[in-house]
């Protein structure tokens, strides 16, 4: 192995329990190539079309797919590293961190660009890469599933430092710098940036604490109130309830607590997109509703689909004051079921939820 293809292997290893998964090697040279040059024919192939911006308040997250035909209204450059490692972005969200980025050097601050844009089928090949190395079970765990990664939309950037003139890009020495970050959140709305994944709202995002990944909303004032509110852009749009509670795991002799952990953040994220309601509870039932029946029926609600396993939890909650099309207004709902499953390769799949 030459020093590079352990470098690379390194770096493969190092994608680690992230929404960003790739958190690869520094950039250092800013050479910029367009992948936007076209013909005069598609010019105006693309003038006819040019109703299709995209829309930079987009939500992409677990529950949301990078919506289709995406690429097609993007536009994006790509900047070669020092390493020869491509990093493509969306054009209006490089320029708005190139500005950042100067910004932050004249406090003494250095960010790089280390991984922004990803396709659906490189974030199928980080998948199967993993898989590889570490399993199914790590891998789905760890790896965003292909078409539900922020970084499909090109808007979603993450950064690592430079200190002292040493690149510092693995996750496990980057939080060691809280009070550069600090700085570095202070000044991304004036740019157009959000803050992504913020302390306590993975029950609402789906992902712990990144403070280097950034998402393009293009938009200083609507970027401003997100970051002076402390808000996720779920909590923005409005398509979620931001109520939480601690979860009761109950007792497992199946699952590990970091099954059932995990397992509980899916409930709560689709819990999360009930717009109004209020969580009071949520306990894990027990490993009594693991029976051939209910794996049977979870199998025959998705063509395909092989669950070898079930996992059962329950939620109280109550409905919107006011009511909706889904809730009878102020009401208490009492042990309302999820049903979650496996198959052989490991993974939560949220399957049915909900009175049947
Ligand atoms: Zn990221």
Not at 170 to 179: A, G, I, L, N, Q
């Amino acid at each position: 192995m030459n020093k590079k293809t352990i470098a690379s292997f390194i770096i493969a290893l190092s994608i680690s329990l992230t929404a960003c998964g790739n958190m690869g090697k520094p950039i250092v040279s800013d050479e910029v190539v367009s992948k936007t040059e076209t013909s005069a024919k598609e010019l105006q192939d693309d003038t006819a079309n040019k109703t299709q911006s995209i829309n930079y308040l987009t939500l992409v997250n677990k529950l949301n797919s990078v919506p289709d035909g995406w690429e097609n209204s993007l536009e994006t450059v790509t900047i070669t590293n020092s390493l020869g490692d491509d990093v493509e972005v969306e054009k209006k969200a490089y320029d708005a961190y190139v500005e950042l980025k100067a910004e932050l050097e004249k406090d003494g601050i250095n960010v790089d660009l280390a991984s922004a844009r990803r396709s659906v089928e490189e974030q199928q090949g980080v998948m199967d890469k993993f898989i590889k190395t570490y399993g199914a079970e790590y891998a789905t765990k760890t790896v965003a599933a292909p078409g539900y990664s922020e970084h499909h939309t090109g808007l979603a950037l993450d950064l690592y430092l430079n200190i002292d003139g040493e690149d510092v890009y693995s996750k496990k020495d980057m939080v060691k710098y809280t009070e550069i970050w600090e700085k570095i959140h202070k000044k991304i709305s004036e740019y157009g940036f959000i803050l992504r994944y913020l302390e306590d709202k993975e029950y609402i995002t789906g992902y712990g604490y990144e403070p280097w990944h950034l998402r393009y909303i293009d938009d200083v004032k609507i970027a401003q109130e997100i970051t002076a509110k402390g808000l996720t852009l779920e909590e923005y749009l409005g398509v979620v309830n931001s109520s939480d509670v601690n979860v009761d795991l109950g007792t497992s002799e199946m699952y590990t607590e970091e099954e059932l952990k995990e397992a509980a953040i899916q409930v709560k994220c689709k819990f999360a997109t009930f717009k109004g309601c209020e969580l009071q509870s949520v306990r894990y039932i027990g490993d009594g509703s693991n029976t051939q029946d209910n794996i049977r029926w979870l199998n025959s609600l998705n063509e395909g689909a092989e669950y070898i396993k079930v996992a059962e939890f329950i939620t109280d909650f109550h409905t919107p004051k006011e009511g909706s099309e889904s809730f009878i207004a102020d009401q208490d709902v009492r042990a309302y079921p999820w049903w979650l499953a496996q198959n052989k390769d490991g993974g939560w799949h949220l399957v049915k939820w909900g009175y049947y």
